[in-house]
Each structure stands twice: as structure tokens, then as C-alpha cells.
């Protein structure tokens, strides 16, 4: 009687600030697991996006910095209605217009995150299944994950040319290490009983692998593409550097020719609007193929 007396006073004292603390950090959890969203609200970006207006006005107010190095959000504006219209007998900006530019540098990101994937997802099953190609291949993705990208820029532009080849090769390099990364670490992690569940019942290592291991890491190698698209993007400004144009990154690498800092601006607004958009777009996906996240 002592002990169900002691449980019912303990369920009816209110809960202290650290269990509360607890308990809301749990049912975020649930939350973001049965609708994706996260922690994560749109007001939110909303919210910092107009913190970020607010705070970039009052700097070109103070007159501090030159409208030439600090354009105005207005400034910005325009240079957004010339890359959608014709002005001064030219198309858009630098000779494209703002959505031609876009669809060149979406084009090879989503080529170099395809080969990153085609690469990266079996190379990081191999790593977390086998010892040996963990020990042989798991120094050489290590190396590369460390390397920057300007780093083998050069190299690649002497042996594939300044044209397509040379960016997509920039960007997959630059991609495939954290889907390896992040697959390995998702089969590093598959419950044992899972694993031993399977053997019991017959399951051969191929049927294993189908069936346990790839259903176990789908949301771990989801992940590891969202940081790899994430790495794409601050990738591509480097892969445009040279013959880029069209492309958002030669876009704002060229504007320094002309001292268009409105026109740098723009193209780094556009990288990050579509960077967001591609992660959101990818945390449904992985609502989607791992729907039971953060509940088991």
C-alpha cells in the first residue's frame, strides 16, 4: 500500500522545470517525427529574414559604407527586375536572364549530387559491412572529405577542360564524402536484434542487406544528401569561377568586373533561397521514406 500511496502522491505533484523541460523536448521530437516539419516553423524564417532587412538598411542609413560596396536592399530590387526583363537591348544580366542562369547552376548541382549518390551510397554500405574495404577505402574518403574544393580546382580544369566536365566532377567530389560518411555511420548503427532477427529467420546477406540494413539507414543516407546538396551549393561558386556564366556563381563572380556588388548580392539571395527550398524538400523525402524517426 506504501508504494501505490507513494505513486499516486508522485503523479499528482506538479512537474519541476527540468522534467517540463524534459517532456517539451519530447514532444517536439513526436511532433517533427509525425509531420516532418521539425522544429521549425515558417514564420520563423520570416522572422529572421526580416531581421536581416532591418539590420542591412540601418547599416546603409549610417552612411558608413558606400551604396558602390553596400548597395541598398533597393538597389538589390532593381537588379532583380533587370535579370527578368529586357533592358538596354540585353537580356537579363550578363547577357542571361535570372532563370537561365539558375537552371544552369541548378543543373550541375543536381548532376554532381546525382554521381555523389551513385558513388557515395554503396561505397558506404561497403565501408559499414565490410572490414576490409573499411580499411582500405575508408583513408581515401577521409582525404578527400578534407580537401577544399578550390584545392583540386586546378587540376581538374587541365584534365577535363573549362567547360561542363570539369563542375560536375568539382561538385560530385565535393558530395559524395558525406552520403559515404553518413551511410557508414547508419549501418555502424542498425539494432543487432534486428540483424540477428533476420539470420534466425534464414535471411541470406543479400536478403539482409535488402531488407535490414537499407530500410535502417534510409533516413541516415538521406541526411547525408541533405549535407551534401548543402556542400553542392557553397561548392558551386567555386566550379563557376571559370567559364560560368551561365550560372548563379558566375554570375556573382563576374559582377566584380563591373563593381555590381548589387548584382553579388542578388546571386547569393537566390543560392540560399533555392539551398533552403532543396533541404525542405528533402526533410519531406525523408519524412517519406523514413516516416518512423524520432519515435523508435
Not at 70 to 82: I, R, S
Not at 105 to 117: C, D, F, H, Q
Not at 281 to 296: H, I, N, Q
Request: charged share 15%.
Amino acid at each position: 500500500m506504501r508504494g501505490v500511496r507513494s505513486e499516486v502522491v508522485k503523479a499528482e505533484r506538479p512537474p519541476t522545470a527540468d522534467e517540463g523541460r524534459r517532456v517539451g523536448w519530447i514532444d517536439r521530437r513526436i511532433e517533427a517525427a509525425e509531420t516532418g516539419s521539425g522544429n521549425r516553423r515558417w514564420y520563423g524564417g520570416l522572422i529572421a529574414a526580416g531581421l536581416a532587412l532591418a539590420v542591412w538598411s540601418l547599416l546603409c542609413l549610417s552612411g558608413r559604407f558606400s551604396s558602390l560596396l553596400l548597395p541598398t536592399p533597393g538597389q538589390v530590387l532593381t537588379a532583380f527586375q533587370q535579370s527578368v526583363t529586357l533592358h538596354d537591348g540585353q537580356r537579363g544580366l550578363l547577357g542571361s536572364y535570372l532563370w537561365v542562369h539558375l537552371w544552369a547552376s541548378l543543373e550541375r548541382v543536381l548532376l554532381g549530387l546525382a554521381w555523389g549518390i551513385v558513388v557515395g551510397i554503396p561505397l558506404g554500405l561497403g565501408l559499414g559491412l565490410s572490414r576490409v574495404v573499411d580499411r582500405i577505402l575508408g583513408p581515401v574518403v577521409e582525404f578527400f572529405k578534407a580537401l577544399p574544393p578550390l584545392g583540386y580546382l586546378p587540376l581538374l580544369i587541365l584534365w577535363f577542360g573549362i567547360g561542363q566536365s570539369s563542375k560536375v566532377w568539382l561538385l560530385s567530389l565535393a558530395c559524395f564524402a558525406p552520403i559515404t560518411v553518413a551511410t557508414a555511420a547508419g549501418v555502424a548503427g542498425v539494432r543487432m536484434e534486428r540483424v540477428n532477427a533476420a539470420l534466425v529467420l534464414g535471411a541470406s546477406r543479400f536478403q539482409m542487406v535488402r531488407h535490414v540494413v537499407l530500410p535502417s539507414v534510409a533516413s541516415d543516407i538521406v541526411t547525408g544528401v541533405r549535407v551534401a546538396a548543402g556542400f553542392a551549393w557553397t561548392t558551386i561558386v567555386a566550379a563557376e569561377t571559370v567559364n560560368g556564366l551561365p550560372g548563379l556563381g558566375g554570375l556573382a563572380w563576374a559582377s566584380q568586373k563591373e563593381l555590381r556588388a548589387d548584382i553579388a548580392i542578388l546571386a547569393i539571395i537566390v543560392i540560399g533561397l533555392v539551398a533552403v527550398a532543396s533541404d525542405g524538400l528533402l526533410r519531406v523525402v525523408e519524412s517519406r521514406v523514413a516516416p518512423w524517426k524520432g519515435r523508435a
